[in-house]
């Protein structure tokens, strides 16, 4: 599978970003706001293994949702370093790397979570190490499709300036939940923005040099 994506043509990396970014949004939000929520909240280990107990089903639900997020997020991640290796291979690689450890870093603490080795105070840890992760992937595509040349320089600023909106999740500001949800908007928006562009001109793409 790695050597098949690494292998696209330019315009396909480019068409599977934009489907797998689209498709594990619709995950995420299903399996973060509708399935775990459920267990996402404070207690110990003893009361999160009742709570899993007492809703295996949607849990597990919930770990191959997001299974099904790990394979996409390194999907879009080897897919994008052959979008952005035409302007700079060592950026494309770090862009590349940074997502497929955000991805690996809430997957080991999910299945830490479902072997009761930590509880969701641990849990809500190893997932801010991966959003900071994120937020450094997001930084640094920014500054990689700024930098392209053959994508618009108002995405990766775009990109940039979603990056730091990341420190909502860093800091706890109590804002209130408008300026939250505004907040999480902004960061979907520089994503989804490079995802559509990239469907929608992906023809005109540079092709890699090798």
């Known amino acids: 599978m790695k050597n098949y994506i690494l292998n696209l043509s330019t315009s396909k990396a480019a068409m599977v ?15 973060d706001d509708f399935l775990l929520a459920n267990f996402v909240v404070p207690g110990d280990t003893e009361a999160l293994a009742h709570d899993i107990e007492a809703n295996r089903r949607v ?14 997020d390194a999907t879009i991640g080897l897919a994008l370093y052959v979008v952005l290796k035409p302007a700079d291979k060592m950026l494309a ?3 590349s790397v940074l997502r497929l450890l955000y991805a690996f870093t809430l997957i080991i603490g999910l299945f830490a979570l479902v072997f009761q080795s930590i509880d969701v105070y641990g ?5 801010l190490v991966g959003y ?3 937020a450094l992937h997001i930084l640094v595509l920014g500054y990689s499709v700024f930098k392209s040349g053959y994508i618009p320089k108002s ?30 908007l902004i960061m979907a928006i520089g994503e ?3 995802s559509i562009w990239l469907i929608v001109k992906r023809n005109g793409l540079p092709e890699p040099n090798g």
Do not use: R
């Open 17 to 31: 970003v934009g489907v797998a970014f689209i498709i594990s949004v619709v995950i995420v939000t299903i399996v």
């Open 59 to 72: 849990f597990y639900f919930a770990v191959v949702g997001y299974l099904l997020v790990l394979a996409l």
């Open 93 to 95: 690689s770090l862009t």
């Open 123 to 127: 849990y809500a840890s190893l997932k």
């Open 132 to 134: 900071l992760f994120f």
């Open 155 to 184: 995405l990766g600023v775009l990109l940039i300036f979603a990056s730091f909106t990341y420190i909502v999740f860093f800091v706890d500001t109590n804002l209130p939940k408008t300026i939250m949800l505004s907040t999480m």
């Open 192 to 194: 989804l923005a490079l």
